[in-house]
């Protein structure tokens, strides 16, 4: 992967530069937590890239931060041991983006947690907004179903073979008698008489049979995908084939988010590609509290709800869809 063309892969590595960026904008600062900043950025061109993409994120929540702050007469300034002003939060910002932008010797073309589409997604043939779907048919009563934040392009109908591209997002492909094949980050999916769903964040792709066989290859590996099967791909290589539920997978096409034992985080992420603005969790031990539920997707806003009275969490709306979860 060429850094800046995609975004950073490793979750960890994003919510570590997140916390990082919210910790100097927000506490009280010390000498010693910039040295250790620093030393974090050093290690990898990696993390100063999802160092890079945290700053522009702040700096988009910049104002309807400062709003709420003026609301509440709660504005706050960073103060450095040693520094006799107190620094603005936009002055600190601006330099922390630039130093950060710098040390990753690009410009982030991948927009910081997908606020807004990609140069590739903004091109595609067909796409979806936030918590839009779409039905788009294909020869042969075959058809694809996208999900919300997703961009394909229909490359057109070759022999007996209609060819598909994802470019982002989640897709669930219905095959008829022509073979339908979808091509995706490293690899491709082929299926005749089949239904599968597949999804790509960024590197990250995952295939889901839910009838029929399926035909993954990705970098040279080949995988026979059978009724309630799933393989996903991380860090360039392909995962085991597991069994799942494809009611919970492929719930969105009901109009559900169902989960099962999974932590608050994953469950924020997910609702995140739904709406508008996003959820920042800010408390990291209630990111890991588990849960198990099922909301309508014309409903989100139970999620909230739901997270305050089962969790105690408190939440604290910003404007435009952008929320402070703590």
């Given at each position: 992967m060429t850094i800046g063309e995609e975004r950073v892969p490793h979750e960890a590595l994003r919510r570590q530069a997140k916390d990082w960026v919210v910790h100097i904008a927000t506490g009280e600062v010390t000498q010693a937590d910039l040295r250790a900043l620093e030393r974090w950025r050093a290690e990898s061109p990696l993390h100063a890239q999802a160092y890079a993409q945290a700053c522009q994120m702040w700096s988009m929540l910049e104002l309807p931060l400062r709003a709420a702050a003026r609301a509440t007469d709660q504005a706050t300034t960073i103060r450095?041991?040693?520094v006799r002003r107190p620094i603005g939060r936009r002055a600190f910002m601006g330099g922390a983006l630039a130093a950060s932008a710098a040390a990753a010797g690009v410009m982030v073309t991948r927009p910081p947690l997908e606020l807004w589409p990609s140069f590739s997604e903004f091109a595609a043939d067909y796409r979806t907004g936030v918590g839009e779907q779409r039905k788009v048919a294909l020869s042969s009563h075959g058809s694809i179903e996208m999900n919300t934040r997703t961009s394909l392009n229909i490359r057109g109908a070759s022999g007996?073979?209609?060819?598909?591209?994802?470019?982002?997002?989640?897709?669930?492909?219905?095959?008829?008698?022509?073979?339908?094949?979808?091509?995706?980050?490293?690899?491709q999916i082929s299926a005749t008489n089949a239904q599968f769903t597949v999804r790509c964040d960024g590197p990250d792709v995952r295939v889901v049979c839910l009838a029929g066989r399926v035909e993954v290859d990705y970098q040279g590996r080949a995988v026979t995908l059978r009724s309630r099967e799933q393989i996903a791909s991380a860090a360039h290589d392909l995962g085991p084939v597991v069994t799942i539920d494809p009611y919970i997978v492929a719930g969105w096409r009901d109009g559900l988010l169902i989960f099962q034992?999974?932590?608050?985080?994953?469950?924020?992420?997910?609702?995140?590609?739904?709406?508008?603005?996003r959820i920042i969790l800010m408390n990291a031990a209630l990111g890991e509290r588990r849960i198990s539920a099922r909301f309508k997707l014309a409903r989100l806003d139970a999620v909230l709800t739901q997270f305050q009275?089962?969790?105690?969490?408190?939440?604290?709306?910003?404007?435009?869809?952008?929320v402070l979860l703590t």
């Open positions: 450095i041991p040693g007996a073979t209609d060819d598909v591209e994802l470019i982002a997002g989640e897709a669930a492909v219905a095959a008829g008698q022509r073979a339908v094949v979808v091509r995706v980050a490293a690899g034992d999974e932590p608050m985080l994953r469950v924020i992420d997910e609702v995140n590609r739904y709406r508008a603005g009275e089962a969790f105690g969490a408190k939440v604290r709306p910003l404007g435009g869809g952008f």
